[in-house]
């Protein structure tokens, strides 16, 4: 039998238990193979036809880390965990250092960091201020924009509301992100589009030719919810009389005498017709059903993973050319505002088998996958486990001799805080008292909030294809943007070359005018604290 302490795993193979010891030939062994791996790293320098950009959204690395001891064991690896190239990206918005969603996704979909609350505009747009946000100037356009304008087929796939933060920042722009139906616009605002209005109506949104997440509440007026799909309370409900974008998403369509299909259910998606020039899946009133509750029959919700396949298979038959598509795993960051640990890391476990899906469907020589987050979080991994212990377990305090969480979160909502006062001394209860594997459980916080807040911790960019390798540093979040659109020679890149092209900024650094270049040797450096 193998002692616990130096066993990295039991395989069962062939009715017999096999024992890994992790000895010093193992160490060595398993050094020597990534050093090997390391050395005989690939370089694909050729222009990429195809993008796939994954977003976890609220995956900061400690998410991650968590998440592949959960669902993989410490020893394994998630999908993005097997590529070569990665950097870092440094997620602060304009205003903000600490961002929200609909900022980040500005940043990195189109290379401008804008201000919290905001998407799809630059800093000039203050939140709610309709009037700036209406400026063309102002208006910044996605790499969406740039590979339609290039002649490609586009995409977005979410667990979430396709009208909300991360994805509106493709095709919309708004000075609120709240704006996702007419009904959350003030009456001083009205002139402003709603988001859900600007997706099926104004350009790049009507000329998406796959769509898939939930929202349908944004979309139509009235809709009704039911146990399986309830109205989303946090979310904008459409009420105006006659309102149904769907139907005039499909009314376009037909104008444009354009094939169309509208999916609504997991037996819609495995019926898809693959010929058809235009797809609006919308599967829920508000945010898809978390993978471990959701409904696999014919009625049921369909996975990150299936909507990410359907996605690949359609618009790499529409367009020769080539497609770019955007697949979010929105609910690790709806779970984590809950402060529900362990319904965060199955998102991102089932996040990695999205993953898994496009890096079976795709030729590494001719696709760009790129794997990274909008923000953190404020989860974090403490408490000394053992191996064998698992991440959902406690350790115990030394000071009041009362166990913890080994997850715990620094901002949490009144499930999370969990502080009592008794005797006049601040005691924590014991969290072995309840089922704290259980998903509904909620990690206990240090500071009472609303909900789990966001964190400001860089976040991990993960790369494969070509021009993977330009993810090599430490980058600015807006950075994603510019090497998407060098790899694939759309938008700002197309069809040149900025390093030889005169024009390309090698004789005006970031925009700066030869006078100010030659001021700044004199120019004192200050430091805001």
Not at 23 to 43: H, I, N, P, T
Not at 69 to 74: D, P
Not at 288 to 299: F, M, Q
Request: some cysteine.
């Amino acid at each position: 039998m193998c002692k616990p302490f130096n066993v990295l795993l039991f395989v069962l193979f062939v009715g017999r238990c096999v024992c890994l010891i992790e000895d010093q030939a193992y160490w060595r062994q398993l050094g020597k193979e990534e050093l090997s791996k390391a050395l005989k790293k690939r370089k694909i320098s050729n222009q990429a036809q195809n993008l796939i950009l994954f977003v976890g959204d609220g995956m900061g690395l400690t998410t991650s880390t968590v998440a592949r001891i959960y669902g993989k064991g410490e020893s394994g690896r998630l999908a993005w965990e097997t590529f070569d190239n990665l950097g870092v990206l440094k997620i602060y918005s304009a205003n903000k250092l600490v961002p929200d969603s609909c900022s980040t996704a500005t940043a990195m979909f189109t290379g401008i960091k804008a201000n919290h609350k905001t998407a799809g505009v630059d800093s000039t747009v203050a939140v709610d201020d309709c009037a700036a946000s209406r400026k063309k100037p102002a208006q910044v356009e996605s790499f969406i924009n740039w590979a339609q304008t290039a002649g490609k087929a586009t995409g977005f796939v979410t667990t979430t509301r396709v009208t909300h933060a991360t994805p509106s920042a493709l095709y919309a722009h708004t000075p609120n992100r709240s704006w996702e139906c007419e009904a959350n616009i003030p009456q001083d605002a009205a002139d402003c589009d709603d988001i859900a209005w600007q997706l099926v109506n104004n350009s790049p949104g009507r000329n998406i030719d796959v769509i898939m997440g939930g929202g349908r509440q944004c979309l139509q007026a009235n809709v009704e919810g039911s146990p399986e799909d309830p109205v989303d309370t946090w979310s904008c409900y459409s009420k105006q009389q006659g309102r149904d974008l769907i139907n005039d998403w499909k009314t376009d369509k037909e104008i444009r005498q354009s094939s169309y299909q509208v999916l609504q259910n997991n037996l819609d998606l495995q019926n898809m017709n693959e010929s058809a020039e235009f797809t609006l899946g919308i599967f829920a009133n508000g945010h898809l059903k978390l993978e471990h509750e959701r409904d696999k029959g014919p009625e049921g919700m369909p996975s990150l993973a299936d909507m990410t396949a359907a996605a690949i298979r359609l618009l790499s038959k529409k367009n020769p050319n080539g497609y770019v598509l955007m697949v979010e795993g929105g609910n690790i960051d709806q779970t984590h505002h809950r402060g529900h640990a362990r319904k965060a890391l199955d998102e991102t476990v089932a996040l990695s088998d999205a993953v898994d899906v496009a890096l079976n469907m795709t030729d590494v020589t001719n696709t760009l996958i790129i794997v990274t987050s909008d923000h953190s979080h404020s989860m974090v991994f403490t408490g000394y486990p053992d191996r064998s212990q698992g991440v959902l377990g406690v350790s115990n305090s030394k000071m009041d001799n009362v166990p913890y969480t080994n997850l715990l979160y620094g901002t949490g909502g009144p499930n999370n805080y969990q502080f009592v006062v008794e005797e006049n001394k601040v005691k924590r209860p014991d969290p072995t008292a309840e089922n704290i594997t259980d998903f509904e459980y909620s990690q206990q916080s240090v500071v009472l909030n609303d909900e789990v807040t966001h964190s400001g911790t860089d976040v991990l960019v993960y790369a494969r294809g070509p021009m993977a390798h330009l993810f090599n540093s430490v980058h600015e979040q807006s950075y994603v943007a510019y090497a998407i659109s060098y790899a694939m020679q759309i938008g700002i890149f197309e069809g040149l070359d900025p390093f030889d092209d005169e024009d390309s900024g090698s004789s005006h650094i970031y925009g700066m005018s030869l006078s100010f270049l030659i001021m700044l040797p004199f120019i004192g450096v200050f430091r805001v604290i």
